[in-house]
């Protein structure tokens, strides 16, 4: 069986997408490559990241420009035959502008540019990139953005609310739903949402700055590992009907 | 021949302008009074005369605003002024 294949985005103004490769192949020793902006072939591959960072320069609004990018058009090809699609902060960004996941990312409520670490909960496991996490269980992660209040309409919200679509909020230690423990202003603390079909996640928390001990804390290798291990037996079920 | 259009794009009413805000807590520090001050941009473009007001829509509403949190006005501009 053939080991899954990553992708790693890059856009002028990518920050993290070194940081997401570094975790990927030389972490967890996975197949992964960059993939530029202007590409628009990701036969191959088995997920695609959307990495962290400012693309181009977050003009007009973040994520925006991206959206518009050959890379984003083969992405939403990609998603809509079932691969693997993360966005971690620009790259949820830039899934919202594109239309992939609902809602939008504005400025945060307090104006400052917010670089610390977070407590999230994880709302369910029951998807790709969460099956090897616990229900409910509190984990940490660093943030660092200016625009990741999470916003949508009320309607919106109801449904993504109804649909489960949330999968990981702001909490505090306890794993309690507090104003204090809301760094940006999210509505329903809202810091991840998957899309309806379950293979589309974007969460402002970078999961790979936390995949090694030495960086103080591991709790966002587990969503990499979970992808890893969601697509091999993806795989293994594939080759099961083949065979 | 084109038109020259200006664009003025604002959060939506009920959407939080953090960035009214701070300009407000600036305009107070100076001695203003002023409130309920909100940010917003604006953009000029020329774009074909014919059938403009169309496509001026379409492009706000792909591009230049997020429907979603954002409200747009356009206004027609007589001059150009771009070098």
Redo the contacts between chains.
């Keep these: 069986m053939r080991d899954p294949r990553f992708a790693v985005v890059v856009f002028p103004g990518s920050n993290c997408d070194r940081d997401c490769l570094h975790v990927l192949r030389d972490v967890l020793g996975y197949a992964a490559q960059f993939v530029w902006h202007e590409t628009e072939d990701l036969s191959g591959f088995d997920a695609v990241l959307l990495p962290g960072g400012f693309s181009y320069g977050d003009y007009l609004r973040p994520g925006a420009v991206a959206a518009t990018s050959p890379v984003v058009r083969a992405v939403r090809r990609f998603a809509s035959l079932g691969g693997l699609v993360l966005g971690v902060c620009n790259g949820f960004q830039v899934l919202t502008e594109a239309g992939l996941l609902p809602g939008a990312l504005l400025r945060n409520r307090t104006p400052t540019f917010r670089c610390e670490w977070v407590h999230l909960r994880v709302e369910r496991t029951d998807t790709p990139f969460t099956g090897l996490y616990a229900p409910g269980e509190v984990v940490r992660m660093p943030i660092a953005h200016g625009d990741g209040r999470y916003h949508a309409p009320r309607e919106v919200l109801e449904e993504l609310e109804r649909q489960r679509q949330v999968v990981f909020r702001y909490v505090d230690a306890q794993g309690r739903t507090t104003l204090d423990a809301n760094p940006n202003g999210s509505v329903h603390h809202i810091a991840g949402v998957v899309n309806a079909a379950g293979n589309v996640l974007g969460l402002m928390p970078h999961p790979e700055r936390c995949s090694e001990e030495v960086l103080g804390g591991q709790d966002g290798r587990r969503l990499f590992e979970s992808m890893h291990r969601w697509l091999r037996e993806r795989a293994a079920v594939a080759a099961g009907r083949s065979g | 021949m084109n038109k020259r259009v200006r664009v003025v794009v604002f959060?939506k009413p009920g959407?939080?302008?953090?960035?009214g805000?701070?300009v407000e807590t600036g305009l107070r520090a100076l001695g203003f009074e002023a409130s309920e001050v909100r940010v917003g941009k604006a953009f000029e473009l020329t774009v074909p005369e014919e059938g403009w007001r169309e496509r001026v829509r379409e492009l706000c509403e792909r591009?230049?605003t997020?429907p979603?949190?954002e409200d747009y006005e356009v206004f027609e501009r007589e001059e150009v002024c771009v070098p």
Excluded: H, K
């Design positions: 959060l959407v939080l302008d953090a960035q805000q701070a591009f230049l997020n979603l949190i």
